[in-house]
């Protein structure tokens, strides 16, 4: 090898290590040894001259490439999730390491975003529930009487004290109609999502689970009545699902709408058991027209404005989306599942 090349060679290995160890690639490209790279090309023998000045680019390519990679190696660092708490850590046995780009979001989440940038469009804002509520929000104001059979309905977990984890979304019906009602008074309608989580003391199977994911909607203002409800859920479905689906709407009861309706979707194949009518339709949901008692608790009259309600199964509407035959692969852990999405 000519002295030349021995040199290239030597500054070659020098530099990519400063910046695998730590210096900034600013920093190395400045470099002295580099400057002599590039001062040492006019001074050679014509007919290696152009050889020797592409070998030097090369190399500054080469640096600038490494270190992007060592920036982004950087930003992704493993966090060790012991810290700072392991005081029996020491040089010589160093904690594990999380490999950090090996996670990814859960499709819950990611299919909330989703579903918020829809209804964002549709003009609505969004609204968080909470974990833990009380008997105020979760049935007063709802419209459940004392002790009434209703109640029973949403058999959930509630602390000595009384406190409840919610079983639904509606519990913040009340508080979205407070928060917003101020903008009745210019003439524009309430409308709200949350989407958050729920809990029932529940027999689990493949529809149902004890922690699960609902999306109440509410809308509020003068003139709304049950085909502005329907529009909405229609139109909601055929944007999340990117295809007309059969849908199907039904009387039903909740304390809180009146009247009140269950509405399912037409269960693709993957999705049934055998050919019984109850295997046909999946439901998503219950809706109905806000209770004039519920309007009233949020000192809303009546007698001016109407809205309508609903709230949906968040773990049904993706099953039906990706065809997810069974509700309990979300919480399952089940690394091969999760990785799909
Ligand atoms: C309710 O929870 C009402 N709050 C819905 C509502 C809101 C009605 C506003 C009127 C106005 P329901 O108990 O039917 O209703 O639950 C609504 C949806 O949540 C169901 O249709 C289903 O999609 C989903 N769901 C209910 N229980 C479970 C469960 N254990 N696991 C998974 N999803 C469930």
């Known amino acids: 090898m000519s002295k030349t090349q021995d040199t290239l060679k030597h500054v070659a290995e020098n530099l990519r290590k400063r910046i695998t160890t730590g210096d900034s690639v600013a920093q190395v490209l400045r470099s002295d040894e580099l400057r002599a790279l590039y001062a040492e090309i006019p001074t050679l023998p014509a007919d290696e001259r152009a050889a020797f000045g592409k070998q030097v680019n090369q190399l500054k390519t080469e640096l600038e490439e490494l270190g992007a990679e060592q920036t982004e190696k950087e930003d992704r660092r493993p966090i060790d999730v012991t810290a700072p708490f392991d005081v029996n850590t020491t040089e010589q046995k160093r904690p594990h390491l999380l490999p950090s780009n090996y996670g990814s979001q859960h499709p819950i989440p990611a299919e909330i975003s989703d579903m918020i940038d829809i209804f964002y469009r549709m003009g609505f804002n969004v609204s968080e529930s909470r974990q833990i509520d009380d008997d105020y929000h979760m049935f007063e104001s709802l419209n459940f009487p004392d002790d009434h059979p209703a109640r029973d309905h949403y058999d959930t977990f509630m602390s000595e ?112 058991k055998d050919d019984s009518e109850e295997q046909k339709w999946l439901e998503l949901g219950g809706c109905g027209m806000i209770h004039p008692n519920v309007l009233s608790h949020a000192n809303i009259d009546p007698n001016i404005y109407t809205g309508f309600a609903w709230g949906f199964g968040i773990e049904r509407l993706v099953m039906m989306k990706y065809g997810i035959e069974d509700i309990r692969h979300f919480e399952s852990a089940k690394l091969d599942f999760l990785r799909q999405f």
């Open 161 to 272: 004290e009384g406190f409840i984890a919610p079983a639904h979304t509606s519990t913040m019906q009340n508080r979205v109609l407070q928060e917003y009602k101020h903008v009745l008074a210019d003439g524009e309608d309430i409308r709200v999502v949350i989407p958050d989580r729920v809990f029932r003391n529940e027999d689990l199977d493949a529809t149902h689970e004890h922690t699960f994911y609902q999306l109440e909607g509410v809308v509020v203002g003068k003139n709304i009545h049950t085909g502005n409800l329907v529009a909405t859920l229609q139109t909601y479905m055929s944007q999340y699902f990117k295809q007309e689906l059969n849908t199907k709407i039904q009387p039903f009861y909740f304390p809180f709408t009146e009247p009140s309706f269950e509405f399912a979707v037409q269960r693709p194949d993957f999705l049934r």
